[in-house]
């Protein structure tokens, strides 16, 4: 792969890089710590290759504004962080709902509420998953390094496109602003996948007919079909529908969307885990602690192993136990007051002591908390 | 000169009428003078999306055969203005109640007048959440009776057309249901108008609205339509006092101002590529 220029950036930076590179082409946003350099870049980058940037009056009008462009036939994007999150919530739900792609991006900050703006926390690790009303279908994905954040949201647009689906991609205070040397690649460098349409839009008068990853095909507007869309339960032709059969499917539908494709959708790390009697599970910046606490570990004889979800959500179910399962023990590391943790604990049937190493402090995890917590 | 008839089955899907509108409901009538707006302009219906909101008025799109998104409570025009920036050569409509417009989605209402979007915003006025069960709405008239204002509607109402203008919306008129051809042409000049327009049109729920409010048919609504609303021209001559209660119907605004996506072709992409 060819390196079309290296640059020194921070990971909200290289967000609009990535997203320029995976053909994003519309972005609205709405000021937010510590989420702001990535509607900054965006402003700047979008125009230069005909796209559209634009700062809508509020949170719920910018993705509200992305869903409108991506239904339009952009790859579309909105960025935020956790008070902006709970906000977008609703509109969330209506891509859900309608099947439209997005990404929805949230630097992670202290909370509730207003919290700690400017300093880093892994607090809406659940409301991620959960935060719409009503059981909904979602991918989340959560990097660690700066370069991966690069690579990673271009996964996430192709993920969006390919299922029809939003993903929210998830970084914090901490790999959002840490700066590393990024390679940045041209869109032709990248393996890209755009959503799925019917052969010959005009007429089309089924967009929930779908294929075989169960991804309806959708064509844009203004490409000649004349079609619904709504948030209410429809049928295939995407008119409201009242008859339960047909609602029913409409949500086994969207479930299995995900469910049955998500040998596409998961990406994990493995480290030191064959033999590892302990292991850590950890995800996003605070992976980058657990990294080290098992290097300066393991150089020490001591057994133990990272088990890293990069798409957190669906929860990596299988792999998680296949590798997990011999493990006396199992640490959790998260800057909250443990959430991804009781997925691990759901998945292990709690067959071995699983524990938590969480601080809300505002401060990062160390490799030395997590090295205590291994030993104890 | 005779009216030119129009083929309304062109633009309705008929195999999902009938609607859910009450019998005696003024939104059918506004869906009609929309249609005939589009017919005379002769618009492109692969290239026209129609967006709503939430309420009763909202599920005018189902019926309509455009590019329809029917999205959540308030928020239309923020899809709308995505929808006109990725795909500046599409017209966009968007159909909303006075609750839907005004209230949840009042912050979308007024930047939406202030950038100047192309986008036409068709605002079904019937002073009351229909869909809900007929609660006061911000164009409720002070003393008027609603399912939450048991004892009298207290609060001031919103003048959508001066709150428009007000925000910047380069065309805003103001029609009624009994007098419909007037809003046809209102909507005809609002789709023309290359900015932001806003026509808010008189409509009538005499399920809720009024039958607590003494014009429980629809005959009632539309001969009290009548008689609250004063022309432009006439109310120019009338004094406050003999407008309270009145409705002034007519053309507020009709102005030309760049618009926003040539805007932004222009400005933005011409300086970042260059251009300019």
């Not at chain 2, 910047?168 to 023309?192: C, L």
């Not at chain 2, 049109?201 to 009632?220: E, Q, S």
């Amino acid at each position: 792969m060819k390196v079309k220029e290296s640059k020194f950036i921070s990971g909200n930076e290289a967000i609009a890089y990535g997203a320029i590179a995976a053909g994003c082409r519309f972005f609205a946003g709405y000021p937010i710590s510590p989420s702001s350099e990535i509607a900054e870049n965006m402003s700047f980058l979008l125009p230069k290759y005909g796209g559209k940037f634009i700062q809508m009056e509020d949170e719920i009008a910018s993705i509200g504004a992305a869903i409108g462009a991506s239904i339009a036939g952009r790859k579309s994007m909105t960025a935020t962080s956790g008070p902006g999150f709970s906000l977008k919530q609703e509109n969330l739900g209506l891509a859900c709902m309608a099947e439209i792609p997005l990404v929805v991006v949230n630097v992670m900050r202290g909370g509730p509420s207003t919290g700690a703006p400017t300093s880093p926390a892994q607090a809406d690790i659940l409301q991620s998953r959960w935060g719409t009303h009503g059981d909904h279908p979602i991918i989340v994905i959560a990097p660690t390094m700066v370069q991966e954040i690069f690579f990673e949201i271009v996964r996430a647009f192709n993920l969006a496109e390919r299922f029809r689906n939003p993903v929210v991609f998830l970084i914090d205070e901490i790999n959002g602003h840490m700066r590393a040397k990024v390679d940045i690649y041209d869109e032709s460098e990248l393996e890209l996948w755009n959503r799925p349409k019917p052969e010959n839009p005009k007429g089309w008068k089924t967009p929930y007919k779908r294929n075989e990853e169960l991804v309806p095909l959708m064509p844009d507007f203004g490409e000649g079909a004349r079609f619904n869309i709504t948030g209410l339960d429809h049928s295939e032709t995407g008119f409201p529908t009242g008859d339960p059969k047909v609602r029913q499917q409409l949500h086994y539908f969207l479930r299995d969307k995900i469910e049955k494709n998500k040998d596409k959708i998961l990406k994990n790390e493995y480290m030191e885990v064959e033999d590892a009697e302990i292991i850590v599970v950890a995800y996003g910046s605070t992976a980058r602690s657990a990294m080290r606490a098992v290097e300066v570990l393991g150089e020490k004889g001591v057994k133990v192993g990272l088990f890293r979800p990069i798409t957190i959500f669906p929860v990596p179910e299988e792999d998680m136990y296949r590798v997990c399962k011999n493990a006396k023990k199992i640490v959790v590391p998260e800057m909250n007051l443990g959430q991804y943790i009781l997925e691990v604990e759901r998945v292990m049937k709690k067959q071995m002591p699983i524990v938590g190493v969480n601080r809300t402090d505002g401060e990062p995890i160390t490799p030395e908390q997590i090295m205590e917590a291994i030993k104890d | 000169m005779a009216r030119k008839e129009t083929d309304y089955s062109k633009y309705l899907r008929l195999e999902y009428i009938p609607h859910i509108w009450c019998p005696g409901c003024g939104h059918g009538s506004i869906m009609k003078s929309i249609i005939r707006a589009v017919d005379a302009l002769g618009l492109d219906k692969d290239k026209t999306a129609l967006v709503s909101g939430i309420g009763c008025s909202s599920r005018i799109v189902g019926y309509m055969d455009f590019n329809t998104l029917h999205t959540t409570h308030g928020r239309a025009l923020a899809f709308a203005t995505g929808i006109k920036m990725a795909r500046p050569e599409l017209n966009v409509i968007v159909a909303s109640g006075d609750g839907d417009a005004t209230a949840i989605g009042g912050n979308h209402f007024i930047h939406a007048c202030r950038r100047n979007i192309d986008i036409t915003l068709v605002v079904f006025n019937n002073f009351i959440y229909g869909m809900t069960g007929g609660q006061y709405s911000p164009t409720t008239p002070i003393g008027s009776y609603a399912s939450t204002s048991p004892y009298g509607n207290i609060d001031p109402s919103f003048n959508i057309c001066r709150l428009a203008e007000a925000a910047g919306a380069t065309y805003v008129a103001r029609a009624n249901v009994y007098s419909i051809a007037q809003a046809d042409n209102f909507i005809k000049k609002g789709i023309q108008n290359k900015g932001f327009s806003v026509i808010e049109v008189i409509t009538h729920c005499p399920t809720y609205y009024g039958r607590k409010n003494k014009l429980k048919t629809p005959a009632d609504n539309l001969r009290w339509q009548k008689d609250v609303s004063v022309s432009i021209q006439k109310a120019k001559k009338m004094s406050e006092d003999e407008l309270k209660g009145k409705i002034i119907t007519g053309e507020f605004v009709n102005k030309t101002e760049k618009e926003y996506t040539q805007k932004y072709e222009e400005f933005v992409i011409g300086k970042a590529q260059g251009k300019i």
